[in-house]
């Protein structure tokens, strides 16, 4: 490898994430006895991917165009709720789940839909404006619609979704673990995201919003679109990806997803996303994510305290915002 | 055909019953730099607006190329070919050199899906058009401000540009970075392209244009060509009055001097440097940007730790260790960008004056409004500071008068030294002289101050002694009647 690009790397904050995933990975398999790098462990840890990662793609993608969502969770437990709901009422989703996927997609789209009208006509700080809307839809879900939760009567095709698999694995004492087909999901977003951010002028478009607003208005984006077409296709996706959840959890609890913001966006911000815009990339994403997940799992298996489990999860959050506020002073001097 | 490429006639634009241009005229000829000049708010950026379409005009005639034209659209303007290059220069620090050349023609093109190889043609195009070489794969942000320009101005030239609108290139530049966008300026003419140039740097249209149009208050009170007019014209019709040049004649300089630097180094900024200041002088320190000017000022403040030698106050060696150790030193500082270091924009004027010294408004904590506010305006009043309303914000300000604020901020504080670093950047003639003025009046007064500058007439009318500073060293000093602005030019180069 030439000098400039080893150069160019060692500045970015993805390969760093990579070793410490890397390093991290082999302090736990030396501390842990060999456990981590077993099958069954590997393939939870996969599993435990599957939601979270999603997740943090499409917070990148807001995180990269300038902007932050605290809404999706709110998105994402309205759509799915909804959804479900309709589907059981109405007996749907019995043999084929694609019903219930495509209402939650249509519910995350008019909310998210909602936030890009509001950010896109009023300007207003994207933090502000989904701090308020996460409020608003948790009040739709729970006060208007009064969602109950869904779990003996959840539709046969979702269980049957959530429980299919590609293959089984036992470890030495003879648990079993399986690897989720929905592991295809994860593998699909991560391969779109990928393509869309690197090789669409929709992707440059994120970027360039996100680098400088102003600039990108004058080089002739419609920029007021851009961000409506974003948090559109943001809400859609979380509709969808609570369904996905729903799937795995063989249950849908409107309340599950409290909170869910405060754990994705640290990760995002780890992985080398800027909280001023403008840079970010899926590979760092699914590293830091990856590695959030290995350290909780991890906990397990070495023996600690679940209750650690905040502490470490707080560590992260401060460790993310740190290197991203560094780096932007870096860039401004 | 007609002789110009633009003109404009009796153009008129109110902005809620403010008239921004009233009856202006505008002629911009074929592969000539006409520059258009005027002090803060006399309208230049409206003109520039409603050339580029952004604002519609309420009033008069536009043609270009003898076409009559009835309502310029952005996308109008860039058809015909006409350019902005904005102060900001519109570029996008996170992305690199090819992206921030390419971007624009392939939203015009309205493309889909990125082509990396038709990117780095566009860009190696857009390089070649004025033989400049850089690495594609840079980040923007990592470059020069110098470089930047350089990539904008080549992303300009991508539409068939015939005339390029520069808003204030040179603020951010140092002489050199200013003669190579000159050089290119004049391959830009060669190619019979038309640039229109805004400054309020006298030097800098003197060289390089071919035209003036000189704006005062919306209205142009000057248009021709350069060579009709003089510089005290010039100044005389961007302010409206006749500014004689009032060289500082020191009054009273103590014998023993206030400040001793004994072999002061600060590895890599500046290295053995000694002199000393007396109280009722003004002392310039020149140099180049990265001559180490600014970094000794720091030092002086507490903002930069020296690695070896001495300070001495009034004879007692001491350690700056951090600015509010200066300010009880009675030692004050007003920084280079005083927008973002010396100013709270986005906070009332009264409040700005009193920032630095709140102890003197309150009791054992608590502020006391009322007599903040009083203070606030003795200081508007002593340094005419133009406001109705002291609870404004900073940010409803000239620069000019913004400077004030920052220096009536430090005169609250009883000081020995002040420290002034580039006083007058970015502010207009008229404006700047009030400064100069206030200052003289400060030394005459028994402060002892230092001016920092690379403004170096500025250097020579206002201070009694230079010291010139090259590469961290100090290379020559001279008193007042040896200071001549050709003398200081030498030493640095």
Known sequence: MNKTAWKRLTKRTEFYIFIVLIALIAGIQIVSGGQLLEPTTLVTILRGMVVDGMFALICLIVMISGG???????????????????????????????????????????????????????????????????TFFTGLTMGLFQMKEITSTLPASFRALGESYFFEVYNSQGQRSTLTTSIVFLIIMIAVTSFVLRKTMFGRALYAIGGNEVSAERAGY?????????????????????????????????????????AIIPAVILGGASIFGGEGSVFGTICAIGLITVVSNSMLLVGIDSYWQNFFNGLVILIGITISAVQAKRQRR | MSEYLLEMSGICKAFSGVQALDHVNFHIRPGKVMCLAGENGC?????????????????????????????????EATRLGIQVIYQDLSIFPNLTVRENLAINSEITDRRRIVNRKRWTKTAEEALSRIGYQIDLDVKMGELSVADKQLVAICRALLFNARLIIMDEPT??????????????????KEEGIAIMFISHKVEEIFEISDDVCIMRNGKNVFEGPTADLTRDDFSYYMTGRRIQPDPFVPEHIQEKPVLEVEKLCADPYYHDISFQLRKGEILGITGLLGSGRTELAMSLFGLIRPDSGKILLNGQPVSIKSPEKAKELRIGYVPEDRLTEGLCMRQP????????????????????????????????????????????????????????????????????????????????????????????????????????SDDISEVVTNCSRVIVMKEGMIVGEMKSEEITDQRITEIIH
């Open chain 1, 68 to 134: 932050f969502d605290l809404s999706f969770p709110a998105i994402s437990a309205f759509a799915y709720s909804a959804a479900t709901t309709i589907c059981v009422n109405q007996g749907w989703c019995e043999t084929n789940p694609l019903a219930g996927f495509l209402l939650a997609i249509l519910f995350g789209a008019i909310l998210g839909a909602f936030n890009g009208w509001i950010i896109a006509n009023f300007k207003l700080n994207t933090m502000i404006v989904t701090l308020g809307t996460q």
């Open chain 1, 222 to 262: 419609n920029v007021k679109r851009i961000k409506f077409i974003l948090y559109v296709a943001v809400g859609a996706l979380a509709g969808f990806i609570g369904m996905v959840r729903v799937c795995l959890a063989r249950q849908s609890i409107p309340k599950a997803m409290v909170g869910k913001e405060m």
């Open chain 2, 43 to 75: 309208g230049k950026s409206t003109l520039v607006k409603i050339i580029s379409g952004v604002y519609v005009r309420d009033q008069g005639d536009v043609f270009f190329q003898g076409q009559k034209l009835d309502r310029i659209t952005p996308a």
């Open chain 2, 171 to 188: 603020t951010a530049l140092t002489k050199r970075e200013v003669d190579a966008l000159f050089r290119t300026v004049r391959k830009l």
């Open chain 2, 349 to 452: 004027i009264a409040d700005n004056i009193m920032l630095a010294s709140l102890d003197k408004v309150s009791r054992r904590g608590i502020l006391n409004h009322r007599k903040l506010f009083s203070e606030a305006c003795r200081w508007v009043k002593t340094f005419s500071i133009a406001t109705d309303d002291p609870h404004k914000y900073a940010q409803t300000l000239s620069g000019g008068n913004q400077q004030k604020i920052v220096l009536s901020k430090w005169m609250n504080n009883n000081l020995d030294i002040l420290i002034l670093n580039g006083p007058t950047v970015g502010v207009d003639i008229g404006a700047k002289q009030d400064i100069h003025h206030l200052v003289h009046g400060l030394a005459h007064k028994g402060l002892a101050v230092i001016i920092i």
